[in-house]
């Protein structure tokens, strides 16, 4: 059902099948074809930051799955400890490579909308801290469970970038205009309690408890007659995935000319210093 604009990219082939397994360098796949629930895990260390290859990855890996007759909901979580995605890989926007940073936007937006439209159930086990990027990943799919603990939210304005109006408009879904309004302003980073008070997410188990209760919900999805289920969520999220269809070129000029910026090179730089030092404490 994903729209043919959709499906214009063809993603690289780096994501191999054996039978049931799927495995890249950076992602672990196995698809239970007795449920039809595939288990996607995002191991891209140290904390699942998305660079270009890995986004390439994850949307090849949707779009594998989508082309499975056998397989209707995908639960997506991660391997590392503690870290379900830092977000957006900072080394691609910091002193990047022009070309490299056009096709590294225009990746990030063909993910989102594989996995903001895939007419697969898609649940997130939110099992570590989920900052922007790996915000924008959750919000994306259709539940939302996480453990106690850790934070989630858009806090690109802490880097000294704006978060893209997509982004804005996911979240915009999720918990309604005006806590998004603060959420982007403050770069608001999320307690799990609070991102259940909020709607951020939609349950709060443990970590041991995550992976069962995301297939517990996940059986739930699967049991609807897929279609009128596909079709329902498409129903509410075509005309956020169509404004963005609409200005992709535009979106990808307006991401590097912005990042490109002397102002905004200083503040991912200091940025990056900062998390370093932080480290170092
Ligand atoms: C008007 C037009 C507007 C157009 C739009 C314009 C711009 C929009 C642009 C971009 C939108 C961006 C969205 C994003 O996703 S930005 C990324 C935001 N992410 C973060 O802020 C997370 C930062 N990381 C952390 O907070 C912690 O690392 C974390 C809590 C995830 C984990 O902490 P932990 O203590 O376990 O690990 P660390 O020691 O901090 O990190 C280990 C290692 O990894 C490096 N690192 C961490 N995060 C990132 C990252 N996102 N990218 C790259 N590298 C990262 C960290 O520096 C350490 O490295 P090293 O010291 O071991 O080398």
Redesign the pocket.
């Known amino acids: 059902m994903a729209s043919s604009i959709l499906r214009r990219f063809i993603p690289r082939k780096t994501t191999w099948m054996y039978g049931q397994r799927m495995m890249s360098s950076t992602i672990d796949v196995s698809v239970d074809e007795q449920t039809g629930i595939a288990l996607m895990k995002m191991k891209r260390k140290?904390?699942?930051?998305?660079?270009l290859e890995f986004l390439q990855d994850i949307r090849n890996t949707i779009v594998t799955l989508e082309q499975n007759k056998k397989c209707k909901g995908l639960i997506l979580t991660s391997d590392v400890p503690?870290?379900f995605?830092?977000?957006?890989?900072?080394?691609?926007?910091y002193q990047p490579n022009e070309e490299r940073l056009h096709n590294f936007?225009r990746a990030?937006q063909d993910m989102w909308l594989q996995l903001y439209m895939t007419p697969l159930a898609t649940i997130a086990a939110i099992n570590?801290?989920?900052?922007?990027?790996?915000?924008?990943i959750s919000i994306s799919c259709d539940y939302r469970i996480m453990a106690p603990n850790y934070?989630i939210g858009?806090?690109?304005t802490?880097?000294g970038?704006?978060?893209?109006?997509w982004?804005k408009d996911a979240m915009c879904n999720t918990v309604g205009y005006r806590e998004t309004e603060i959420a982007l302003a403050l770069g608001k980073?999320y307690s799990t309690d609070e991102a259940l008070q909020k709607g951020l997410v939609d349950e709060v188990v443990t970590s041991e408890q995550i992976m069962e209760a995301a297939q517990r919900k996940m059986l739930e999805y699967v049991k609807i007659p897929n279609m009128a289920r596909a079709m329902s969520k498409q129903l509410m999220r075509q005309e956020t995935a169509d404004k963005l269809c609409s200005t992709q070129d535009s979106?990808v000029q307006?991401?590097v000319?912005?990042?490109l910026q002397d102002k905004?090179q200083q503040s991912l730089g200091f940025?990056?210093e900062q998390?370093?030092k932080?480290?170092?404490k």
């Open positions: 140290p904390v699942n930051s998305l660079n503690k870290i995605s830092a977000g957006i890989d900072i080394l691609e926007m936007w990030l570590g801290h989920s900052p922007a990027g790996g915000c924008l934070t858009l806090n690109e802490l880097l970038i704006v978060a893209p109006f982004f980073l979106d307006n991401f000319n912005f990042c905004v940025y990056l998390l370093k932080r480290k170092s």
